[in-house]
């Protein structure tokens, strides 16, 4: 139960997010706001590592594969394209396409057992209810 109230409030601070990186875009340019939030989350997570955790920071390079250690990367990728897309499309519609992307990709890295994730059997049930969630975005599209 926990676990489902820590999602949805991951979502809600996702969309919050994404409206607050784009507007400060619009006072600067992509590429600044984008280091300034990753910047701002340097700077919380260091502060949270030091009031809790304390544990060593290099033990992250002890992760293997390290291509595991690209997580930062993409991150500041994610931020770029979530700028963008609800620049472009509206908090949302963006946020819409953003959603059934990350269960599409989900479910593939689960059904083909990617990045050390166990693998899960093919389900009639869960192709059913992604394409269910791309109906909601054309029925949300249509005016």
Known sequence: MIGLFIALISGALMSIQGVFNTQVTKASSIWSASAFVQLTALGVCLGAWAFTDRSSLLQVFQVQPRYMLLGGTIGAFITYT???????????????????????VAYVIELLGWFGVEKQPWEWRKCIGMLVAVAGIIIFKYK
Do not use: T
């Open 82 to 104: 979530v700028i963008r897309s609800m620049d472009m499309l509206g908090p949302a519609r963006a946020v819409m396409l953003i959603v059934v992307a990350q269960l599409l």
